[in-house]
């Protein structure tokens, strides 16, 4: 009987495992926001539509059909009163997808700011983007999929189709997701407001540029045209994603993801970009869960009068995960992803300096 028992525990286990596998050989699902993520009732109960917007991209696997698709959620306001809304792109995590992004309760921000906030999840191809690496074993960049195309005409799409404001959009992405918005930003920061990175450094390759071999480049080198406001979260232990830069997912070095510069240097790059002082103010958050294992030390860097700030929240003892975000018993055991920060609301952070700045 104990046996028994044991087998049938073990097959428990073993499937559970199996049906997290993409989870565990994807780069960073469970930081997107994946299966065994907790979505709460208020996002049970909240509507989403699916879109698709054609794109003239030829990098795009075959089986795209030259579409892209990407999720809207549209608040109560926006259909009461017609007045244009600010609007958030969520950029998903490597190995996750636009759909379970909504563990990160950005909807939740929508349902309790006063005049409502349009919230739109574009969807990479491959469950990945472009982010600049280029990766071989990461198919937007091994096949060199025009995900800056696609972000900038889908930023015209939804300003156009649901009447947001042009001066108001957002940017949040995490890991593959965070990288691919400094791209975007790097590449076209007179679309962006102000933009939030989780868990994600700035790769080498958008320091330097990759050039095309016909006197251009395919990766645009970092110089903004435009000082953009720039919001970091960074975990010091996390696992996948180097605070001191380094190879991506340095614990399996056969399987190259690229490199990234360091998480200081990174955001010293933004705030030197944006005119900022090189001494940020620095203060400490409340360690309010204790538990956690993890305490935050807040670096603000700001210059003259007019400066977009650059702010960085370094999670010390902090892993490779969204802040505040319950995961299920199946990814604590399947994977090492580091301690999860409890100490302050990441949604409600960001959105918070989002709202002191509007595009010129």
Request: glycine share 12%.
């Amino acid at each position: 009987m104990k046996k028994k028992t044991a087998v049938i525990i073990f097959a428990a286990v073993a499937a559970a495992t199996f049906i997290n596998c993409n989870i565990l050989f994807s780069e960073y699902s469970f930081a997107a926001g994946g299966s065994n993520s907790v979505i709460s009732e208020e996002q049970k109960a909240d509507t989403m539509k699916h879109y698709a917007l054609k794109v003239d991209d030829p990098n795009l696997p075959k089986e795209f059909a030259g579409e892209r698709s990407y999720l809207v959620y549209l608040p109560e306001k926006f259909k009461s009163d017609g007045k244009k809304l600010p609007a958030i792109f969520v950029l998903h995590g490597g190995g996750g997808d636009a759909k379970k992004t909504r563990g990160f309760k950005l909807n939740e921000l929508s349902l309790h700011d006063t005049d409502g906030i349009v919230i739109v999840y574009p969807e990479g191809s491959g469950k990945g983007w472009n982010d600049g690496r280029e990766s071989v074993n990461i198919l937007a960049q091994k096949n060199g999929v025009d995900d800056v195309g696609f972000l900038n005409a889908l930023v015209d799409r939804i300003v156009k189709d649901f009447n947001v404001d042009s001066k108001r959009i957002y940017f949040i992405g995490i890991s593959n997701g965070g990288m691919m918005t400094q791209r975007f930003v790097n590449e076209h920061s007179e679309k962006v407001a102000a933009a939030g990175i989780v868990i994600a450094n700035l790769p080498k390759n958008l320091v330097t540029g990759v050039k095309d071999g016909k006197g251009g480049y395919k990766v645009q080198p970092f110089g903004p045209k435009k000082p953009t406001p720039m919001f970091f979260i960074i975990g010091t232990e996390d696992p996948l994603m180097p605070f001191s830069g380094g190879k991506v997912l340095r614990k399996s070095k056969d399987y190259d993801r690229g490199e990234v510069i360091g998480s200081v240097e990174t955001v010293k790059m933004w705030a030197k970009a944006n005119g900022c002082d090189p001494k940020p103010a620095v203060t400490e958050l409340p360690d309010t869960d204790k538990k956690d294992g993890v305490t935050v030390k807040k670096e603000v860097f700001s210059g003259k009068k007019g400066c977009p700030e650059v702010v960085l929240l370094v999670m010390h003892g902090g892993g490779h995960a969204w802040p505040g975000l319950k995961y299920g018993p199946v990814i604590r055991m399947v994977l090492d992803t580091g301690k999860v920060c409890y100490d302050f609301d990441a949604p409600k952070t960001i959105w918070n300096f989002f709202q002191k700045y509007k595009r010129d």
